[in-house]
């Protein structure tokens, strides 16, 4: 694929354009706060158990009150991984807190290369609905025309769903847009769609159009 070839770039959201610094220190020291001693290991494997949950059901944070829920139930999957004595609803906000996102590398810079060439550019994620806000404390917001997550769109990828949703905002025909993600049901949802794939990071992507 060229430049001259698209008119439209999707983005995946985690593991593509944003990255997760690690939790575990925040969360240890959460609970000991709480009077709960538990390793690192053990939070990290809480954690791992509780992005499971989240990954199978992060398209039911709709909107403030069923994100709510979403979130109260993550949280009580991580604790009860802990046999942790506190209450989810309690934990939510030292949870929220521990979870601290960053643009992925290089990715800030292929995203404006792409606006430089005049692309349209939406993301189009498997994430509940706080994502618009979680970009825009990102400084990334700005970048993209649409944001599509798997809540709005009512379905996870690789549902092509969101993707076919994203392409109706930018006015984008799925011949002339390429998708970029770091997982299978990226790669199987942009083909449902109609669209091409290039597998992350975003800047390799970017320089595989040049």
Known sequence: MRFADLEAVTVDGFGTLVELESPVVPLV?????????????????????EAAHYRLH???GRDAETLAGLRRDCVAVFLRDLAAPVEPDEFVDAFLTALV????????????AMRSRGLKLAVVSNWDCSLPERLEKLGLHEQFDAVVT????????????AFRLALERLGARATRAMH??????????AVAAGMHFAPAPLSAAVEGLS
């Not at 020291?29 to 494997?45: G, H, T």
């Not at 798997?150 to 769903?161: L, N, Q, T, V, Y």
Request: no cysteine.
């Open 180 to 189: 970029v993600g770091d997982e299978e049901a990226d790669e199987r949802g």
């Open 101 to 112: 996102f960053r643009p992925a590398p290089g990715a800030a810079a292929a995203l404006a």
């Open 150 to 161: 798997s809540a709005e769109a009512g379905a996870p990828k690789p549902d092509p769903r």
């Open 58 to 60: 992060a398209h039911e």
């Open 29 to 49: 020291q959460a609970l000991s706060d709480r009077s709960v001693d538990r390793s690192p290991s053990d939070v990290e494997r809480a954690f791992a158990a």
